[in-house]
């Protein structure tokens, strides 16, 4: 809906407690102007605890690159098969007619929506990267998509739906899927081995 009543050019999708670091709009749509076939811009999150304000690192953890760097959609396939922990929503500002143009946010996919979006948009448009901290990322224990992470069952269920919308999505790889589930399958792993007491 707030897409849908969104009037910009430009749109930025948040969780209620991330924040942008200064200069971000600003850097962010200066490089929209030098790249304007791009789907989306982003940068690196600063992570931190919600709970307790500590810092617990800096997203991506690989960078695609160590400058501002404009990716085709056949590179960021490329990119894909490498990692695809890229793009955060909270350090992303997107074309608006392009998230149109994808179908928004599809509900049925839960805390992976804003992931699948980035994704598409990124598929056929590319995007630009930005290799400095350009928002706040806060971590609760017991938010939406941890919470999704945490419980393989539900990791499942969000792994067949997602995989349902790469199959029939021509703007996806048809590889994708497999390293979609393998990745997500390690990810949940490595959440339960870090859980106190261990999951």
């Not at 971000?24 to 304007?36: G, M």
């Not at 690159?65 to 056949?74: C, D, E, G, K, L």
């Not at 979006?117 to 995007?127: D, E, I, M, N």
Request: hydrophobic letters at 45%; a positive charge.
């Amino acid at each position: 809906r707030g897409l849908a009543a969104a009037g910009g050019t430009f749109v930025y999708f948040a969780a209620a407690d991330d924040w942008v670091l200064p200069g971000f709009f600003a850097s962010a749509l200066s490089i929209f102007a030098d790249h304007p076939e791009a789907g989306l811009v982003c940068g690196e999150s600063y992570l931190v605890s919600g709970r307790t304000g500590e810092h617990l690192g800096v997203r991506p953890v690989v960078r695609p690159s160590n400058r501002v760097t404009y990716f085709s959609p056949a590179q960021t396939a490329e990119l894909l098969q490498r990692a695809d922990n890229w793009i955060l929503t909270g350090s992303a500002l997107f074309a608006r007619d392009r998230v149109v143009v994808a179908g928004g946010f599809v509900s049925e996919l839960g805390s992976f929506a804003d992931g699948y979006l980035a994704r598409k948009v990124a598929l056929r448009h590319g995007f630009c990267f930005v290799p400095r901290l350009m928002a706040t990322w806060q971590v609760f224990d017991h938010s939406v998509s941890r919470g999704t992470a945490a419980d393989p069952v539900e990791t499942e269920r969000v792994i067949a739906r997602a995989i349902a919308y790469f199959d029939q999505d021509a703007a996806f790889p048809r590889w994708y899927g497999d390293l979609f589930r393998r990745r997500l399958r390690f990810g949940t792993a490595r959440l339960a081995v870090t859980t106190t007491p261990i999951n």
